[in-house]
């Protein structure tokens, strides 16, 4: 096998899974690799993949022989599956995937150079060799090797404060797959956010799979004063450059005053919330180990509008849980109605192996499941055309995320819609990076068109 020099990414899933992929990738550059515009073009094909639904499931396994298919060809010359799926599947993946060098788990991140060393040398033999997945639930927590490099172009960046997870909702196997709640120390992260503002980032988007719990694993000081994120969100805010910092996730009982304070009241804090419901009828929540939050899902919306004037909110909700009654359906729908969220996503259920959830009585049919989803996105999609309008005509500040493409602080990466932008008669379009002011002048399904007027 001659040198492997380029490597090509396949990023699958969550912004979580692509900080892990820049961690991988970061290893690799420190050991010569160069990243490759696109996998076709590369030596080696690194997929870093999702397992959270059978949907993601589906894309891994599509992405997994696409790259074998390129290797067979002779286009690659190594195939390496990370992520999710590998720390969960291993073993039966590397018998269904024969072509496949490696498969890395959660806690493996930082051997993706070590393995791919193995590679060039002649291959990885043994199909149990291959599967780099260690003992037990996933305990380790990640520095970026490169503090600055990112894969979302130039002007916003994710920064993953936390792994795990500390809640168990009936449903989700992410706990079983990425282990406990551990945070990264203030320190490293206040570092990478400095590094990243140092080369141009105007958003911060502050990720984990609760932000909200960051530091509960931290020892109380003295005083009984633990710190947490709002503390790390004030430290962000005494950074130098010009920036500023989103927040995602929140479990809905999470959300405490102080973080809506410094929402409220940060220069830096863009006004977004996206708080996950899940459900909103207390039979279904309860059935979901979200019980405790029962209260706080039903007066999420009221309380953050309260606090924070202007907020932007986001949520995803679930269809199908099982035992899930067409009363407990109306409910849902109902109060997405009462609520009117900016944005919301909904999926059917999905019973995941394992989880407690898969075992209950009542479990409702995938195309009942699936209807329900259809009925709340055709209702949400009805309150968007109401919200959407009252932008026409309005001027909004707005960060350029791509040629003639941009984002206003109501639209999250990846999740939201964007601003497509016209230059003014006589201008050029504004250069990526660029914090503009964008007239709306129309509404295009999820998205916006727009004017550039300074």
Known sequence: MKKLKTIGLVALGCAKNSV???VMAGHLIKKGFTLAPDPDSADVILVNTCAFIESAREEAVSEILRACELKQ??????????????????????????????????????????????????????????VVVPAGQPHKVFNPPEPALRLTGLSFAYLKIAEGCAHRCSYCAIPAIRGDYRSRPAKDILAEAQALIATGVKELNVIAQDPMLYGVDFKVKRGGKRYGLVELLNDLDKLEGEFKVRV???????????FLNWMATSPRAIKYVDVPLQHTSPTILRAMARGSAVAATLQAAERIRAAVPGVTLRTTVMTGFPGESEQDFKRLVADVKRMKFDHLGAFAFSPEDGTVAAELE???????????????MRTQKSIWNAKAKAFVGKTFSALVVAPGVARMESQAPEVDGVTYLKAARGKTLPEVG???RVKIKSVKGYDFEGVVVK
């Open 73 to 130: 060809a002779g286009m690659c010359q190594a195939v390496i599956v990370s992520g999710c799926f590998a720390q969960r599947y291993g073993a039966q993946l590397a018998d269904k995937f024969p072509e496949v060098d490696a498969f890395l788990g959660i806690d493996a991140l930082d051997k993706i150079d070590a393995v791919l060393a193995r590679v060039a040398k002649g291959g990885i033999r043994s199909e149990a060799a291959k």
């Open 248 to 258: 995602l996730y929140s479990y809905p009982s999470e959300i405490t005053d102080a």
């Open 362 to 376: 009542g479990q409702v049919a995938p195309g009942t499941a699936e209807r329900r989803r259809q009925e709340v």
């Open 434 to 436: 660029e914090i503009v």
């Open 20 to 22: 892990d992929l820049q």
